[in-house]
C-alpha cells in the first residue's frame, strides 16, 4: 500500500492508494536485493581498483558516473565508515589532493 500525500492550501490530504498484487511483485523485495547486489559487486570493484591511492575523480571515472556527490555517498563514504578504505590526507578530508586506498 502506497500513501498519496496531496498539499492543499497548508494541509495535507492523506489517501491510501492500494497496490495491485502485480505492482508488489514487479518492485517489492527481489527488486530491492538485485540493486544492493549491484552496488555491493561495485563497492567490490572500487576496493579492487584502489589497491593503489586513486583520487575521487578516478574512482568515478572507473565507475563510469557522472554525478560526484553520488559517488562520495554511494560508494566512497561507506567503505570509508567501514574501514575498508582509507584516506591519504586524513587531516585535510576536503583537499583536492585526497586520494582513497584499500586498507
Given amino acids: 500500500m502506497i500513501i ?3 498539499k ?3 494541509s495535507f490530504i492523506s489517501k491510501r492508494i492500494p497496490l495491485s498484487e502485480i505492482v508488489t511483485q514487479t518492485i ?5 536485493k538485485r540493486i544492493h547486489d549491484t552496488i555491493h559487486d561495485k563497492l567490490e570493484l572500487v576496493l579492487e581498483f584502489c589497491k593503489s591511492p586513486k ?3 578516478e574512482i568515478q571515472q572507473f565507475l563510469n558516473l557522472k554525478n560526484r556527490s553520488h559517488v ?3 560508494y566512497i563514504q561507506p567503505l ?16 583536492k589532493y585526497q ?3 584499500r586498507k
Avoid: Q, V
Fill in 4 to 6: 498519496l500525500y496531496i
Fill in 80 to 95: 570509508l565508515e567501514t574501514e575498508k578504505l582509507k584516506m591519504t590526507l586524513p587531516e585535510k578530508p576536503k583537499s
Fill in 72 to 74: 562520495m555517498k554511494l
Fill in 99 to 101: 586520494k582513497y586506498e
Fill in 28 to 32: 517489492g523485495p527481489k527488486e530491492y
Fill in 55 to 57: 583520487s575521487r575523480e
Fill in 8 to 10: 492543499f492550501f497548508k
